[in-house]
């Protein structure tokens, strides 16, 4: 292992090409960015997260929180997004992003949003990361990337629907929020439909 996140880095040792053919053979996985696991390493929101903060380290000055389709990956694993999402209450750095990876880093402060609260952020594997719920209400409100939709779909089996809606309701005056409760009821009708297809 090249460092403490377990994790495979480009050029330390092995080179990307290297690295992408030990993932062909089955010795590696992918994680976020260009870094890679073994591929007997659990597959844990812990150990998305670190690779996500290895990224965000090399990013951001500062305090950070992971959100949008990186907080979404890190909660539910599955295809790494190409795309690091953050929100940053210090101005992002511009040297090196796209080294490393593309990024949409916002200038915002979680910590200081009214509608936020203590329960929206979580820190996984010492990432400060948006929960479930919050990060569905970041997801919609973005609107209409069917990428985006996907994940919100796959999280509503880590809420409380109904809660959700509530939530969305008293937050209504936000900017972003007509389109939001619009895509959730969407969303929530085929989740219904597909759950009681199921049953």
Known sequence: MTNEYHLYVP??????SELSAMT??????PQFGPFYVDIDLPDTASQRAKSVRMVGERLISGSWTATLLTAAWIHLGGQAPEIFE????????K???????PSAIRQSDYLDRAE?????????????????????VDLLRVGGVQRYQARVYELFNRID???????????SSLPGMSTAQQLFESLVKDYSGAKQHVA
């Not at 953050?86 to 750095?93: D, E, F, K, Q």
């Not at 109904?162 to 937050?171: K, S």
């Open 116 to 136: 936020v609260s203590e329960d929206d952020l979580q820190v996984i594997g010492g990432v400060v990361v948006t929960a479930p719920e919050l990060t569905i």
């Open 95 to 101: 040297r090196r992003r796209s080294r490393i990876m």
């Open 161 to 171: 629907l109904n809660a959700m809606r509530q939530r969305l309701q008293d937050q």
């Open 11 to 16: 050029n330390n040792p092995f080179n990307a």
């Open 24 to 29: 062909y053979h089955g010795m590696l996985r």
């Open 86 to 93: 953050a929100a940053t209450a210090s101005i992002p750095r």
